[in-house]
């Protein structure tokens, strides 16, 4: 198990050293080591040459090809899973085992099945920490998502303005991620197929700004989707829509897709009092968001709405901040168990729905449904529906 002492920082190990690994999260590690509260002590990947290469370059003692030799042997606090989704559950099990709390980039994992079986890991764990400093404190370890959007200071201020019923009743939203990828994108040989990347841009694209919304809504109660594949030879759908109720009766959209050249990420939500849009692409800051009053909304709680206070941009940074402080805490971070299954729940429900041409309801999916294994129900072939034939082009 873990041996991480109180004050001391968490000795950190990144697995998957491609792109992101360089680009996201080795930056926000190296700004939290700086701080004192992380320090990253071993990277694994499955190429021996772009480990060295990774581990020279971040200056980072220990570098190997072997998941489980690591954590035998340097028994790390944290592990950054930073690899294609269909390893996730391997990985994150087998970190949670060796007592290291999981920190993974979306998507989480290919299934609700595999979710789960990732939070079961989690109950192991805990049964072996509670064994070992003979109390149950529920301290952890835990897996949490990477789910970064949810932390920036324009979520939280408007997270609170939300559930303080300051905006009236939510009654229309719109959740919007209309990216561009082109044929070279998917020449990776992961992305773009059921077994390895788990979906299309409902999963791997949108889901950033879909858990966005659920967390600023709340529960959701029921979804109806469409998906289908127009331009790429790919196994999966190139792009997803979907009319959602939520738990406090509000109706939403939300549209997915990798064609679109006009790049634009976008969350509306019409309350009674106003209607806060927030427009950006990747990540966004206290600017990006904009607040239109109702008529007759006084101007002081207005200027009070608008005022978002400290900037800090959503990032991989900003979660990591929060997640250090819940590891050390001994406390659930927002995004694991429950906080990150709502997701991926929707996310199935949504290709569920669009594969049956059925409504589907929070809580439907579960063992024993072909969805609950795979989000193409059991068919990797998939393809998308004909039209109709009253429906068909003249």
Known sequence: MSSHRPNTPLRTAVVGTGGIARSTHLPALRTLAA?????????????????????????????????????????????????????????????????????????????????????????AARKEVEKTVGRADGAGPYASVVFQHRFGSGAHHVRRLLRSGAFGRPLVAHCQTTWYRDAAYYAVPWRGRWATEGGGPAMGHGIHQ?????????????????????VHDVETEDVSTAQVRFANGAVGTVVNSVL??????????????????????????????????????????VAAWRDFGTDEPS?????????????????????????????????????????????????????GDPYYGALHGGAPNWAPAAPREEEAPA
């Not at 970190?95 to 939070?119: H, M, N, Q, T, Y």
Request: glycine share 6%; net charge negative.
């Open 210 to 230: 879909t858990d966005l919304l659920l967390d600023l809504l709340g529960p959701w109660s029921e979804v109806r989707g469409m998906a289908a594949r127009l």
């Open 35 to 123: 701080d004192g509260e992380t320090d990253i002590v071993a990277a694994v990947d499955v190429d021996a040459g772009a480990v060295r290469a990774f581990a020279d370059d971040a200056g980072i003692p220990y570098a190997s090809t072997d998941l489980d030799a690591m954590l035998a042997e340097v028994r790390p606090d944290l592990v950054v899973l930073c690899t294609p989704p269909a390893v996730h559950r391997e990985q994150a099990v087998a970190a949670l085992r060796a007592g290291a709390w999981v920190w993974v980039e979306k998507p989480p994992c290919p299934s609700l099945a595999d979710f789960d079986a990732i939070e079961a890991a989690e109950r």
């Open 315 to 367: 990032s991989h940074l900003a979660q990591l901040r929060l997640l250090v402080a819940d590891i050390k805490a001994g406390r659930r971070h927002a995004t694991s168990g429950a906080g990150g299954r709502q997701t991926l729940e929707f996310i199935t429900a949504l290709y569920k729905s669009a594969f049956t041409d059925a409504p589907v309801r929070a809580g439907d999916i579960g063992p």
């Open 260 to 301: 679109s050249p006009d790049e634009v990420s976008r969350i509306r939500i019409d309350c009674e009092r106003a209607t806060i849009e927030l427009t950006h692409l990747y990540g966004y800051r206290n600017a990006d968001w904009r607040i239109t009053p109702a008529p007759g909304v006084p101007e002081e709680t």
